[in-house]
């Protein structure tokens, strides 16, 4: 077997990625190395850190209840996360495979959501919590994203990759209709729901706007919300070194899950809009 001629050009090509690699973890390294600093030595704008200082981790864990906002941001994603895999794939498998009066308006209507900003509907959502008793809850903060037009126009272009022999196979040989949507449709589509899930889990674990509204009580905070309403010293003197190492502990999540299905996120967006 040959082996393939590398050229300049492609050493160039190497080198232009490896200048953007460093660039983008530049910040990263930055700021993980600057939570093992202590506050002086912050202040010196040293790149390495004199000595490695824990102080700072230390002052997270006992001083702050950064753990109840790192619990309540999982439970949170992991809640929308799971709603938006079964309610968007339901809708969108019913506007694929099923042909009623409307359906195209229905799916028009929900794709014409996407224009609105979400600056334009945290009034009404406020509104509508503060009618209803969500305000500072789990539910309050989680009822806005709990199904989303993205994820039902993502998955309804999957499903219409699903032949529809195959389904009415399935109903011949007296499969119900759930039963069909569970066993048969969406064994289909699992890149979309990859895809779905990680976008989603990602985007509420990062969500700042509607939580930093609703949220009242320390206890119920968020990762972004606490990190944002101690960095603006609310709790008192500010620790930069302390910020730090929350920044560093918040994006452990979204590496792992990165790493671990990078190829599902690539896969997923890159086959939307591919049928229908």
């Given amino acids: 077997m040959k082996k393939k001629k590398v050229n300049g050009f492609d050493y160039l090509i190497h080198l232009v990625l490896l200048a953007g690699v460093i660039i983008v973890a530049f910040p990263f390294i930055w700021m993980i190395l600057s939570s093992l600093k202590s506050l002086p030595d912050f202040y010196s704008f040293s790149f390495w850190p004199s000595k490695l200082d824990f102080s700072g981790y230390k002052y997270i864990f006992e001083e702050t209840d950064f753990l109840q906002w790192y619990i309540n941001s999982i439970i949170i994603g992991a809640i929308v996360t799971l709603s938006c895999l079964v309610f968007n ?3 969108g498998y019913t506007l694929a495979k099923y042909k009623f009066v409307g359906g195209k308006t229905i799916f028009i209507l929900i794709l014409s959501t996407l224009m609105i900003p979400t600056e334009m509907l945290v009034i009404p959502w ?10 500072d809850s789990y539910l309050g903060i989680m009822f806005p994203g709990l199904i989303e037009a993205f994820g039902i126009f993502l998955m309804r272009q999957f499903m219409l990759g699903i032949p529809d022999d195959l389904l009415d ?3 011949i040989d007296g499969m119900g209709e ?4 569970w066993r048969i449709a969406l064994p289909q589509v699992k890149p979309a729901l990859s895809a779905l ?3 989603t889990f990602l985007g509420n674990w990062n969500a700042y706007l509607w939580p930093v509204i609703v949220i009242s009580s320390d206890k119920m905070r968020t990762i972004p919300v606490g990190i944002s309403l101690y960095a603006t010293g609310d709790s008192g003197g500010i620790q930069w070194n302390t910020i730090m190492g929350m920044s560093t502990l918040a994006i452990i999540p979204m590496i792992i899950v990165f790493l671990i299905f990078q190829r599902r996120i690539v896969e997923g967006i890159a086959l939307t809009g591919v049928k229908g």
């Fill in 197 to 199: 899930g990680i976008i």
């Fill in 169 to 171: 196979a399935a109903r």
């Fill in 126 to 135: 406020y509104v509508m919590g503060t009618k209803v008793n969500l305000i």
């Fill in 178 to 181: 759930l039963k069909i949507f």
């Fill in 89 to 91: 794939s339901l809708i």
